[in-house]
């Protein structure tokens, strides 16, 4: 059993003793990752932004990402924080609007492969740092969105729910229909806490799972890459494009893109 909340770097030094990492290029990593997948029973999955790239949806941290572009005068992890929220909720929107929301995004090879293998009651959960609800339009009903997502708002005076589309049409602030109040996004902003039973079914699944996808995350946002640490599975596969602290402690580590990686899994199945 992995001690809980412990830091990954701690937890791979004591499990990786002996055992050799192996690193491998797309090309070369099909059959190793269908051996690993043939023998899982309880297989979760945990995503990040780089699940999303296929779909069109850039990621932030990435070296061409929009936090290092630089932009002038805004800082994205200031302006999506809940403070510039309630200070400056129209500037809030105005770059909502602009660089998070991708309504025609849709699901791409890796999200339809991870559909599949629920529908075979493989894949007991997708933990994900993603906002965009790709995995739900793709079918999966065992989600954990972490941060949240764009397709959840609702009336901060009443409650009242409202679909993506009410956020896309308003003008600079949303506005409750029903009462007027101010229309906000279930998206966990910086200085917001993540959903408590949210994290509580995330924990639960990759504490039982008996092997581990982490794939299109550097992991170097937390609190979300600390639930690694609730894995005492047999395997764990990292597919990403860049080194991650998991790297060491994983049986399989791919370089490369998620989406042509599971992609490839399903055409040759
Ligand atoms: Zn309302």
Same mark, same amino acid.
């Given at each position: ?8 770097? %701690? *937890? *791979? ?8 990492? +192996? ?6 990593? #099909?059959?190793? @990752? ?6 899982? +029973? ?10 999303? %790239?296929? =779909? ?17 005068? %805004?800082?994205?992890?200031? $302006? /999506? ?16 609007? *602009?660089?998070?929301?991708?309504? &025609? ?9 991870? !559909? ?6 493989? #894949? ?15 079918? &999966? ?12 708002? *609702? ?15 308003? +003008? ?9 109040? $101010? ?5 966990? #902003? !910086? ?5 408590? !039973? ?12 008996? %092997? #581990? ?5 550097? @992991? =170097? ?6 639930? /690694?640490? !609730?894995?005492?599975?047999?395997? @764990?596969?990292?597919? &990403? ?29």
């Amino acid at each position: 059993m992995m001690p809980m909340n412990q830091p990954i770097g %701690t *937890a *791979a030094r004591s499990t990786s003793a002996g055992r050799r990492t +192996r690193i491998l290029s797309e090309k070369d990593a #099909l059959p190793e @990752l269908r051996v690993l997948l043939a023998r899982a +029973r309880r297989l979760v999955f945990f995503g990040g932004a780089g699940v999303s %790239t296929a =779909s069109g949806i850039p990621d932030f941290r990435s070296p061409q990402g929009l936090y290092r572009q630089g932009e002038k005068g %805004t800082d994205p992890e200031m $302006v /999506l924080s809940r403070s510039f929220f309630y200070l400056h909720p129209e500037a809030f929107f105005d770059f909502y609007r *602009a660089h998070m929301l991708y309504p &025609n995004a849709r699901p791409n090879a890796a999200h339809r492969w991870l !559909y599949e293998m629920e529908r075979r009651d493989v #894949l007991r959960g997708i933990v994900t740092q993603n906002i965009d609800g790709l995995h739900r339009m793709a079918g &999966n009903r065992r989600v954990y969105e972490l941060h949240g997502s764009v397709h959840e708002n *609702a009336c901060m005076d009443c409650g009242a729910h409202y679909p993506l589309q009410a956020i896309l049409e308003a +003008r600079g602030i949303p506005r409750c229909t029903r009462c007027g109040g $101010v229309i906000k996004p279930s998206v966990v #902003l !910086y200085g917001e806490s993540p959903d408590k !039973y949210v994290c509580i079914g995330a924990c639960r699944e990759i504490s039982q799972a008996d %092997t #581990l996808i982490v794939a299109g995350t550097s @992991l =170097s946002v937390e609190p979300a890459a600390s639930f /690694l640490d !609730y894995f005492s599975g047999r395997a @764990l596969a990292v597919i &990403n494009q860049t080194a991650t602290p998991a790297d060491r402690r994983a049986s399989l580590v791919i370089r490369g893109d998620v989406a042509r990686v599971l992609g490839a899994l399903s055409d040759t199945e």
